[in-house]
């Protein structure tokens, strides 16, 4: 059979090209389903769809034809398939009253809480002591002065009680209600003092706490509040977050204590130097304040660590033998080493915040910035 000439089977795609502009002006933008329905199947339908039957006919031609011919035809293919697509939208934009949900929108992304960054670096803490089989515990707000002051070693007259440092709470009137007591901010009479109520000041109250109930080995942290008279500003707040950390066995030195720290500011501040500076408080012997080298300056000197390249980051020491016989230890027997660290000062030195106020006042724009969880 010869082949049939390809003008005339141009001719034929012609004749459905000018059928579909009318077939299209015709339905005038018909969008109901029907209409779009059956501009589908007439045209694109498998079985004797326009479209699909001049395909058909391309065995027909001359091979050197077939490719024109095949471009015409798909042309006109693609130019069904814009109507529908249009037809289609203008469906959708029409088909839904006014104020209906469209149900096939992507849903919008609730949004979730956020890790404060206090809470952040108070649970780097916990990992690097969890991981070393420490106990986490956490204790009363509310302290008494001997717990507070008198055990840990410092006397009545110790500046610490002062009312100028510590909040002091009135005994309950009605045996209900507590309320910081207001007044004179001088020195308290000894007889005053020693059975004070208070909010605790450090959480080295819970070092006497935990010694007075569990005998020794002792190995623990303790998160949590602490209280003091300052006025706001920029680097005091009344009320800020410390850790407490106390180790206690046989044979617990000084070598410990500096394994110990050099662990957890690691964790914390990544490869900083850290440097024990002799120092004093009352309940540990010998003191020792620990500084990091400074992370702006890698130690040089700049502004943030005042020149020196080192900044002060907690107190620590050996217990005091007289805080091991207030709890009724042994110290002839036992040793062992006790560290505060400041959780407000960590978040500081390692976010670079120079204002603590930042951290209480809920600002999403300054707690956003922090790591999520
Ligand atoms: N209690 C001290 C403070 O609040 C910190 C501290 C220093 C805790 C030395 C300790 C320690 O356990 O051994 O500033």
């Known amino acids: 059979m010869n082949p049939t000439p390809l003008a005339d089977l141009l001719a034929l795609v012609r004749q459905h090209e000018e059928a579909l502009a009318a077939a299209l002006d015709a339905a005038a933008g018909d969008n109901t389903a029907d209409a779009v329905t059956s501009l589908r199947n007439g045209w694109l339908g498998r079985k004797g769809g326009v479209v699909t039957e001049l395909m058909a006919k391309m065995p027909q031609l001359a091979a050197a034809d077939r490719r024109e011919f095949g471009q015409r035809v798909n042309a006109l293919k ?113 007889a005053q003092v020693r059975g004070a109520t208070l909010l605790r000041t450090h959480t080295s109250a819970m070092q006497i706490r935990y010694m007075q109930t569990y005998p020794p080995p002792v190995r623990v942290i303790v998160p949590g509040r602490v209280y003091r008279r300052d006025n706001l500003d920029l680097t005091h707040t009344p009320m800020f977050h410390q850790f407490e950390g106390l180790v206690v066995g046989e044979g617990i030195t000084l070598a410990d204590l500096k394994g110990t720290l050099d662990a957890m500011l690691t964790a914390l501040f990544g490869n900083v130097r850290v440097r024990l500076r002799p120092s004093f408080f009352p309940y540990t012997e010998p003191s020792a304040e620990v500084d990091i080298s400074c992370q702006r300056c890698d130690g040089r000197g ?64 300054f707690l956003e910035q922090f790591p999520a969880s």
């Open 302 to 365: 700049c502004a943030i660590c005042k020149q020196t390249g080192w900044l002060e980051i907690l107190g620590s020491g050996l217990v005091h033998p007289a805080v091991f016989e207030a709890v009724g230890y042994d110290p002839e027997r036992v040793s062992g080493f006790a560290f505060g660290i400041g959780v407000e000062r960590v978040a500081m030195l390692k976010y670079g915040v120079d204002d603590i106020r930042l951290f209480y006042e809920n600002d999403l724009r």
């Open 78 to 190: 693609t130019r069904v398939e814009a109507a529908i697509a249009d037809l289609e939208a203008a469906r959708r934009a029409t088909a839904r009253p006014a104020g209906a949900v469209d149900v096939s929108l992507p849903a919008r992304a609730i949004p979730l809480g956020h890790t404060h960054p206090l809470m952040h670096v108070r649970r780097q803490i916990e990992d690097v002591f969890t991981r070393m089989g420490y106990e986490i515990l956490e204790g009363p707000e509310v302290e008494d002065d001997y717990h507070n002051f008198e055990a840990l070693n410092m006397p009545p007259d110790h500046p610490a009680r002062d009312m100028q440092d510590t909040l002091y709470l009135a005994a309950p009137i009605d045996g209900s209600t507590w309320g910081v007591r207001r007044g004179d901010t001088g020195a308290v009479p000894d």
